[in-house]
């Protein structure tokens, strides 16, 4: 993976400073103008401590005065007074910040969504469908990354705040002593080499075990049901899979914890280490400072009340402006990661795409291998295929039919040869070709909606009365089902819909094929495989009204059905990524090749010859 390489490498200054800055950007953009305005009191409230430690220390002394007969109670009321507002002051502020952080992280957080929304909607789909590398990315951007880059403004910002307490408790303290300021400083240094050697840890640790903790997360899905993707509770319950699917799950996630509590155990000693370091100097300097009074009684005993509570904020002070600085950079790591994610070559969509008249496709020598794959998925095919005509894709599983649809769609670009539709390069004209073209995928959607919504997806600009819709849905033979349903076309459907109602597979695909017929615009149909799930009486249904549903439209037929290749003009017979033999059916049954003899064996099963 590629995020292991990178972890040898350190990042170069320049372009630390370079994501710092993005990110802070991103960051300042995500904020809300609150939560701004409570950091900037925030500066203010940095002062607070040192504030209140004087106060105590001036509180300490008047009333060491009323015991010695010094002074009357009346002032140190008043000081007592100032006191408590400095913690009323410094307690609201802490809410408002605590509050306010919690509302920040909500917003992070949906921006960090919004963020791979955007970015998965929008980069080739190759990366979609085959570049680990890039589904990595996304799970780490959603783990990690997104929210670093979102939080970097409130880090940076608390650092600042951090500083100036760390300034002025500084200056009140070198009053007293110098080597006290420099014992309590220097006693922080483990406590942030330790953070600095905890994030790379994490860093590498996470980026170790991703595939582990994500196998986890997929295979306790699969045997919970708990997430809407895992369709495959009905296997794991008819195969008995449990045990298989537990032991599983135990393996990796036993492994994927292992990794994260060897780290966690390892800093969690060192961590109690350096705070017994700091706690230890902390009681030797109060030691000091009760001595220095012992033999100096004139210093008041507000001096021990004033370093007592001074050296405890010092530390935490140095700890976590180091600390933070330490993090920040080291969070920078994931935020490259993030920034990755928008960089990642999007897919090209002209602005305003053409119309086409005609939309003859051509493919000219075009081969194509997947991504992360060494075999050809396609070996220098070429074909012509004229405006109107109706083609049949026939061939054994894996020849290459769906890499064919796939290509023309524009979701891969051919690694050579060319892709054209009406005279345009697929790969520069992707807009205007797509919106030329209209699909049922074989992997189809279904998305947890209205029929309605269901159909119109694939036009939201054309217009239609229930009416017209209602006559579409009789054409795909929908039109039963869909009346049948109590809100009929605005039926929401779908594992989350109430009640839920779901559609059968078959119900499914006719909506899928009705869905396709919806965008009326488009010049040509790509069907791939659209009645795998349909009940011979629908298929056969589909198949005489195949002229209806396809209209002038030319006609992708990627089928494994050789019967109703009589319906088509010309039929291709792909093998091993190649074009194999062509022509309509009758000629193929003469030539006795590959075709006759898939046609033979198919229609020997059924006894007789289907005819559509
Ligand atoms: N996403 C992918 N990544 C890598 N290889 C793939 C991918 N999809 C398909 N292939 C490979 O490409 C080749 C052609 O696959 P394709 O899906 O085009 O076949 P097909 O003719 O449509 O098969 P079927 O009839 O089973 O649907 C196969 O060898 C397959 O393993």
Request: glycine share 6%; aromatic share 10%.
């Given at each position: 993976?590629?995020n292991?390489?990178?972890?040898?490498g350190?990042?170069?200054?320049?372009?630390?400073l370079?994501?710092?800055?993005?990110?802070?950007?991103v960051?300042?953009?995500?904020?809300?103008?609150?939560?701004?305005?409570?950091?900037?009191?925030?500066?203010?409230?940095?002062?607070?401590?040192?504030?209140?430690?004087?106060?105590?220390?001036?509180?300490t002394?008047?009333?060491?005065?009323?015991?010695?007969?010094?002074?009357t109670?009346?002032?140190?009321?008043l000081?007592?007074?100032?006191?408590?507002?400095l913690?009323?002051?410094?307690?609201s502020?802490l809410?408002?910040?605590?509050?306010?952080?919690?509302?920040?992280?909500?917003r992070?957080?949906?921006y960090m969504?919004?963020?791979?929304?955007?970015s998965a909607?929008s980069v080739?789909?190759?990366?979609?469908?085959?570049?680990?590398?890039?589904r990595?990315?996304?799970?780490?951007?959603?783990?990690s990354?997104?929210?670093?880059v979102?939080?970097?403004?409130?880090?940076?910002?608390?650092?600042?705040q951090?500083?100036?307490?760390?300034?002025?408790?500084?200056?009140v303290?070198l009053?007293?002593?110098?080597?006290?300021?420099?014992?309590?400083i220097?006693?922080?240094?483990p406590?942030?080499?330790?953070?600095?050697?905890q994030?790379d840890?994490?860093?590498?640790?996470k980026?170790k075990?991703?595939?582990?903790?994500a196998?986890?997360?997929?295979?306790f899905?699969?045997?919970?049901?708990?997430?809407?993707?895992?369709?495959?509770?009905n296997?794991?319950?008819?195969?008995?899979?449990?045990?298989?699917?537990?032991d599983?799950?135990?393996?990796v996630?036993?492994?994927?914890?292992?990794?994260?509590n060897a780290?966690s155990?390892?800093?969690?000693?060192?961590?109690?280490?350096?705070?017994?370091?700091?706690?230890?100097?902390?009681?030797?300097?109060?030691?000091?400072?009760?001595?220095?009074?012992?033999?100096?009684?004139a210093?008041?005993?507000?001096?021990?009340m004033?370093?007592?509570?001074l050296?405890?904020?010092?530390?935490?002070?140095?700890?976590?402006?180091?600390?933070?600085?330490?993090?920040?950079f080291?969070?920078?790591?994931?935020?490259?990661?993030?920034?990755?994610?928008?960089?990642?070559?999007?897919?090209?969509?002209?602005?305003?795409?053409?119309?086409l008249?005609?939309?003859?496709?051509?493919?000219?020598?075009?081969?194509?291998?997947?991504?992360?794959?060494?075999?050809?998925?396609?070996?220098n095919?070429?074909?012509?295929?004229k405006?109107?005509?109706?083609?049949?894709?026939?061939?054994?599983?894996?020849?290459?039919?769906s890499?064919?649809?796939n290509?023309?769609?524009?979701?891969?670009?051919?690694?050579?040869?060319?892709?054209?539709?009406?005279?345009?390069?697929?790969?520069?004209?992707?807009a205007?070709?797509?919106n030329a073209?209209?699909?049922?995928?074989?992997?189809?959607?279904?998305?947890?909606t209205s029929?309605?919504?269901?159909?119109t997806?694939?036009?939201?600009?054309?217009?239609?009365t229930?009416?017209?819709?209602?006559?579409?849905?009789?054409?795909?033979?929908?039109?039963?089902?869909?009346e049948?349903?109590?809100?009929g076309?605005?039926?929401t459907?779908g594992?989350?819909?109430?009640g839920g109602?779901?559609?059968?597979?078959?119900?499914?695909q006719?909506?899928a094929?009705?869905?396709?017929?919806y965008?009326d615009?488009?010049?040509i149909?790509?069907?791939?495989?659209?009645?795998?799930?349909?009940?011979?009486?629908a298929e056969?249904?589909?198949?005489r009204?195949?002229?209806?549903?396809t209209?002038?439209?030319?006609?992708?037929?990627i089928?494994?059905r050789?019967?109703?290749?009589?319906?088509?003009?010309?039929?291709?017979?792909f093998?091993d990524g190649?074009?194999?033999?062509?022509?309509?059916?009758?000629?193929?049954l003469?030539?006795?090749?590959?075709?006759?003899?898939?046609?033979?064996?198919q229609?020997?099963?059924?006894?007789?010859?289907?005819?559509?």
């Open positions: 993976m590629k292991q390489q990178e972890l040898k350190r990042l170069g200054i320049g372009e630390v370079r994501i710092a800055g993005k990110a802070l950007q960051s300042f953009r995500t904020k809300s103008t609150m939560s701004l305005f409570v950091n900037l009191i925030g500066f203010a409230m940095a002062f607070v401590p040192v504030w209140i430690s004087m106060t105590l220390r001036d509180f002394n008047h009333v060491q005065q009323i015991f010695q007969g010094q002074e109670i009346m002032t140190a009321l000081v007592l007074g100032l006191l408590i507002l913690y009323l002051m410094q307690t502020y809410f408002a910040s605590d509050y306010y952080a919690e509302v920040d992280r909500q992070t957080t949906r969504k919004k963020k791979i929304i955007e909607s080739e789909y190759k990366y979609i469908e085959n570049e680990g590398d890039y990595d990315k996304l799970a780490f951007a959603e783990m990354g997104g929210s670093q979102a939080q970097s403004m409130q880090q940076s910002i608390v650092i600042l951090q500083v100036i307490t760390f300034v002025s408790i500084t200056l303290l009053d007293v002593s110098l080597l006290i300021v420099m014992i309590l220097a006693t922080c240094i406590a942030v080499v330790l953070s600095i050697k994030k840890e994490d860093y590498k640790n980026t075990s991703m595939k582990d903790g196998m986890s997360v997929h295979l899905y699969m045997a919970s049901g708990a997430n809407e993707n895992c369709k495959s509770m296997d794991v319950r008819f195969f008995g899979m449990y045990p298989w699917i537990k599983k799950w135990r393996d996630s036993m492994n994927y914890l292992k990794q994260k780290v155990r390892k800093h969690v000693v060192y961590n109690s280490l350096a705070d017994i370091l700091r706690n230890g100097v902390y009681i030797g300097i109060l030691l000091l400072v009760a001595k220095q009074i012992y033999d100096n009684p210093i008041g005993l507000g001096v021990f004033l370093v007592s509570t050296a405890v904020q010092l530390q935490n002070a140095t700890t976590k402006v180091f600390v933070g600085i330490a993090q920040f080291g969070d920078i790591r994931y935020m490259k990661d993030f920034f990755e994610l928008d960089a990642t070559p999007k897919e090209k969509l002209e602005d305003h795409p053409q119309v008249d005609q939309a003859d496709i051509v493919f000219e020598n075009v081969s194509f291998t997947y991504p992360n794959s060494t075999m050809q998925a396609l070996k095919l070429s074909i012509t295929i405006q109107g005509e109706k083609i049949a894709i026939v061939g054994e599983n894996g020849s290459g039919k890499t064919f649809a290509l023309l769609c524009g979701m891969h670009q051919p690694t050579s040869g060319e892709v054209t539709v009406g005279g345009l390069n697929v790969k520069n004209y992707l205007s070709v797509r073209i209209s699909v049922v995928f074989q992997n189809f959607g279904r998305y947890e029929i309605k919504e269901n159909i997806f694939s036009d939201r600009s054309r217009k239609i229930d009416e017209d819709l209602e006559k579409l849905t009789k054409t795909t033979n929908a039109f039963s089902f869909i049948a349903q109590p809100n076309l605005d039926e459907v594992t989350f819909s109430e109602n779901d559609l059968s597979g078959g119900q499914w006719k909506v094929i009705t869905r396709a017929m965008r615009k488009a010049r149909m790509v069907l791939d495989e659209p009645t795998s799930a349909l009940d011979p009486v056969a249904q589909l198949y009204d195949f002229a209806k549903i209209g002038d439209k030319t006609t992708i037929l089928s494994h050789l019967g109703i290749t009589t319906i088509v003009d010309r039929i291709l017979v093998a190649r074009i194999i033999e062509e022509g309509d059916h009758t000629e193929l003469a030539k006795g090749g590959q075709y006759a003899a898939m046609y033979h064996a229609a020997q099963w059924y006894g007789e010859v289907v005819d559509f």
